[in-house]
């Protein structure tokens, strides 16, 4: 049995074409021209900032470190090579706060994926109603592949 939930994909470079996506990619693209230009940390408070619309304290934790390094030297996400794989059952879940996460998900339910919304802003899945919708699109493929199997 095999399923596939996104929660609040970045599957930019499948909406590129799209309002949100555009705007984003306007936004973030001259950060990334110049990352190389710029330590992680720079780099990171400068994402979160144009991201967020919020400030970030200095990177503390190695953790923290390494997830500063990793944000900066890993491709945009409108780069990533991504393609729709039909027959496997997909649920998107997002928060309903942000254009963009919406603008995917819509795109994606044109393409078969079930698409539901849940409070919790960024982490729906963390909400009562996100684990909940999680839970049943597992059980209902669950149900479903063991009906075809019978």
């Known amino acids: 049995?095999?399923?596939?939930?996104?929660?609040?994909?970045?599957?930019?470079?499948?909406?590129?074409?799209?309002?949100?996506?555009?705007?984003?990619?306007a936004l973030m693209q001259p950060l990334f021209d110049v990352r190389h230009q710029l330590s992680d940390e720079d780099f990171q408070r400068e994402f979160v900032r144009r991201m967020f619309a919020a400030d970030l304290q200095e990177p503390a934790t190695p953790e923290e470190k390494r997830s500063a390094r990793?944000?900066?030297l890993q491709a945009p996400s409108w780069e990533a090579p991504l393609h729709i794989v039909?027959?496997?059952p997909t649920m998107v879940l997002t928060g309903g706060w942000e254009p963009l996460y919406e603008e995917i998900a819509g795109y994606l339910q044109e393409t078969g994926a079930l698409?539901?919304?849940?409070?919790?802003?960024?982490?729906?899945?963390?909400?009562?109603?996100?684990?909940?919708?999680?839970?049943?699109?597992?059980?209902?493929?669950?149900?479903?592949?063991?009906?075809?199997?019978?």
């Open 86 to 88: 039909p027959g496997v």
């Open 70 to 72: 990793r944000l900066r």
């Open 115 to 150: 698409h539901r919304i849940a409070a919790g802003g960024h982490r729906p899945q963390d909400s009562a109603e996100g684990d909940r919708a999680i839970r049943s699109f597992i059980a209902d493929v669950g149900r479903s592949r063991s009906a075809q199997a019978s």
């Open 1 to 25: 049995m095999y399923s596939l939930t996104l929660v609040e994909p970045a599957c930019l470079s499948l909406t590129a074409e799209l309002p949100a996506t555009a705007a984003h990619r």
